[in-house]
């Protein structure tokens, strides 16, 4: 078998790291990617500063714990959601991987879209294609060379610090971010020094880290090993109709496959594998493999996707895709999961609530008859508006009598209230009395919650 060009640099066996000079063929799946990635790239640097009811479309706020997604404001006593939302991504992950593989690491993974649609884009315009790349490293340090490289890595790390300062900005808010961007440097000392290590990280990551991300770090590629199967759909080669590889050739005695052994599929991989060779850990499902190969199929007249989306059952037995049970059993499993996680994301009050009553003290009697029990209610207003709000309970016998009152709850602000519950003694039946209580905004119920009320019994 021969390799190209970029195989024969990983079959040396010298230890050291060989760099990946991937070339670019601009096919219809590439086309595909690139409008992809400007979507994402377009929502990455835009999402921290759009609003929603006032709100971002989306914050992560862990110092604050708050979150913001689609503009619903979450907090801590929300994280059951998160849990359920978790549950939900992973379930969709394994459903995903188990029908189309690492398609998503192709081309929707932040890593893959900001380095080859972006840094990678960078590199050629100022060095050129993978041969100048090649010959530029491997050359001497001249003018140019000193040129080219300084050019590339100021850009990169310009670029990276804009990523930086927008990453920051889903991290502790656009409004926070300039503040920092536009007071002096002292006042806010942490969070420049914050982006700026930020923005390094992206710079290495991009500049020098690049594929062993993926091939590496991440583990979702060796998860890949574990949840595909020989119904799943990934980029593979046809091996039953492109072998033997070989030139083309007029013998008509000397029969070969569609596969000419070109190379090409191994010259443009961003991780420099030979697809060839089988389903690798390494591979991405970024289909650059499948536009260089369809553009050779079309020089010499042969039908294309000899590499293309293929499952080991469809390569092996002419079959087609199938939904198989496993899938089923996942697919179910996320129905439900989103449907419970829908459900209980409707359900949420606008006011969370919490009642603790006092602890150490039993019951107080009261002048007229009536008995009271002393309580604590915390109160989160989860909404972007102030609340002109009050308790009231259920039963009409009840009252409610504050010690510490809350009339005004501004927006997305947590306060303190301590009340008195009282009831008429001979209302009282039992030794703990089930009391519902509703946070009101006039007549409109803003929240709700449960307590129990100590008495004596009659």
């Known amino acids: ?23 670019v063929r601009k096919g219809k799946l590439y086309q595909y990617r690139s409008w992809l990635s400007y979507i994402f790239l377009a929502l990455f640097f835009t999402a921290p500063y759009l609003r929603i009811n006032g709100n971002p479309v989306l914050l992560f706020n862990v110092l604050d714990r708050r979150f913001v997604i689609l503009g619903q404001v979450f907090w801590p006593q929300d994280f059951f959601l998160f849990v359920l939302a978790m549950l939900a991504f992973v379930v ?29 884009k960078i590199e050629i315009w100022i060095e050129g294609d993978a041969r100048q790349r090649r010959k530029l490293d491997e050359g001497s340090w001249t003018a140019e060379k000193i040129g080219k490289k300084t050019g590339k890595h100021l850009l990169f790390l310009v670029l990276s610090f804009f990523i930086a300062n927008t990453f920051l900005a889903y991290v502790i808010g656009s409004d926070a971010l300039m503040n920092i961007i536009t007071e002096p440097v002292n006042l806010h000392l942490s969070g420049f020094i914050a982006i700026w290590i930020f923005a390094l990280v992206f710079y290495l990551v991009y500049s020098q880290v690049r594929e062993i991300v993926c091939t590496v770090i991440c583990p979702y590629g060796r998860l890949q090993t574990v949840l595909t199967d020989k119904h799943t759909l990934m980029v593979a080669y046809n091996n039953v109709r492109g072998e033997p590889r070989g030139k083309r050739s007029r013998d008509k005695n000397n029969q070969k496959g569609d596969c000419v052994d070109c190379g090409l599929c191994v010259d443009v991989c961003p991780t420099g594998i030979d697809i060839r060779n089988g389903t690798q850990l390494e591979c991405i499902n970024c289909t650059v493999c499948i536009d ?13 996707n000899l590499i293309g989306f293929y499952s080991e059952e469809i390569i092996e037995k ?16 996320m129905v439900i999961l ?3 996680l829908s459900y209980f994301t409707l359900q949420r009050s606008d006011i969370d609530i919490t009642v603790l009553r006092s602890a150490g003290l039993l019951y107080q009697e009261q002048p007229g008859g009536y008995i009271s029990n002393i309580y604590s209610a915390d109160l989160i207003n989860k909404t972007n508006t102030s609340q002109q709000i009050t308790l009231e309970a259920d039963n009409p016998a009840v009252k409610i009598k504050y010690i510490q009152p809350v009339k005004t709850l501004n927006k997305e602000e947590s306060a303190r209230t301590t009340f008195f519950i009282i009831m008429p003694a001979n209302t009282i039946h039992e030794a703990k009395t089930n009391i ?4 009101m905004q006039g007549k409109t119920v803003m929240g709700e919650t449960k307590t129990t009320f100590i008495g004596p019994i009659n």
């Open 1 to 23: 078998m021969l390799l190209s060009e970029t195989s024969k640099l990983d079959a040396a066996t010298d230890g050291k790291r060989k760099w990946m000079y991937p070339l």
């Open 338 to 340: 989103m449907g419970v």
């Open 318 to 333: 002419g079959s087609k895709p199938r939904f198989t049970a496993k899938m089923g059993a996942y697919s179910a499993v």
């Open 92 to 120: 969709c992950i394994v459903l995903f991987t188990m029908a189309f593989g690492r398609v998503f690491c192709g081309w929707i993974c932040p890593q893959t879209v900001f380095m080859e649609m972006v840094f990678r």
């Open 292 to 304: 260089a190969c369809n553009q050779v199929m079309e020089k010499i007249n042969r039908e294309v």
């Open 436 to 439: 519902h209580l509703k946070v």
